[in-house]
């Protein structure tokens, strides 16, 4: 089975829904036997990368300060509960998130896709990190393994722009216009942050009817002497 994840760094409900998928998987009798892909998706693909008060932010959002603060404050909270992940709302740096996407490709060849996606979540939303800068990034390549020279040498050059930009373009074909949305082997969406209850019912409904399938293929299939193998024929 495959799961292809749309998602984005600086949402919240993606870390949330990422967290909870991982748990159903861990619950799931087949969970080695699934393969998690992590596909590009901007929720701003024009954000310029910048520290932005909270006034100005409640400004932009057309909010009262107090209003801003407390709705932080609740998805905080939230995430902390959810995800386990503590979220510093007063310090993010609102970034471009088309290169970080373009590293998780690049990642995503050597299997470590998944842990770099982690990694860029905890980088935005938790430590207030500039993930558009290809230092950090550079940086939090080494930490999942990579090679400095190489991360390097791809951010400065156009590897993986395409690949991000059919992520997205593949997105809109699939009527994709929020995140995260996760896709069961091409054939089945859930939107949102759910729970583990619905993740887990999930794979284990995909997972009977694939079987089923497959059990439909072998009926009524002969054991053996209706072939010809090696150039011998029962005839």
């Given at each position: 089975?495959?799961?292809?994840?749309?998602?984005?760094?600086?949402?919240?409900?993606?870390?949330?829904?990422?967290?909870?998928?991982?748990?159903?998987?861990?619950?799931?009798?087949?969970?080695?036997?699934?393969e998690v892909v992590y596909r590009s998706f901007q929720l701003d693909p024009y954000a310029e990368n910048r520290t932005v008060s909270v006034q100005q932010l409640a400004q932009e959002k057309g909010m009262t300060v107090e209003k801003l603060k407390a709705k932080q404050a609740q998805v905080a909270e939230m995430i902390k509960k959810?995800?386990?992940?503590?979220v510093n709302y007063d310090s993010v740096i609102i970034a471009n998130t088309f290169d970080g996407h373009r590293l998780v490709h690049f990642a995503a060849?050597?299997?470590?896709?998944?842990?770099?996606?982690?990694?860029?979540?905890?980088?935005?939303?938790?430590?207030?990190?500039?993930?558009?800068?290809?230092?950090?990034?550079?940086?939090?390549?080494?930490?999942?393994?990579?090679?400095?020279?190489?991360?390097?040498?791809?951010?400065?050059?156009?590897?993986?722009?395409?690949?991000?930009?059919?992520d997205i373009a593949?997105?809109?074909?699939l009527n994709i216009s929020s995140v995260p949305t996760f896709a069961f082997n091409n054939k089945y969406t859930i939107s949102g942050a759910?729970?583990?209850e619905v993740?887990?019912?999930a794979l284990n409904s995909i997972w009977d009817e694939e079987k089923k399938f497959q059990k439909l293929?072998?009926?009524?299939?002969?054991?053996?002497?209706?072939?010809?193998?090696?150039?011998?024929?029962?005839?």
């Open positions: 089975m495959r799961i292809d994840v749309w998602s984005d760094f600086g949402c919240p409900f993606c870390v949330i829904g990422k967290r909870k998928l991982e748990n159903a998987l861990g619950m799931f009798t087949m969970g080695d036997k699934v959810e995800a386990g992940l503590d060849k050597v299997g470590k896709g998944a842990e770099l996606t982690e990694r860029l979540i905890r980088a935005y939303l938790s430590q207030s990190m500039n993930i558009a800068d290809h230092n950090v990034l550079v940086s939090l390549g080494r930490e999942a393994g990579l090679n400095e020279q190489d991360v390097a040498e791809m951010l400065e050059s156009d590897a993986y722009k395409d690949s991000v930009k059919a593949e997105a809109r074909k759910q729970s583990e993740f887990l019912n293929e072998l009926k009524g299939q002969s054991k053996g002497d209706d072939s010809c193998t090696d150039g011998v024929c029962n005839v």
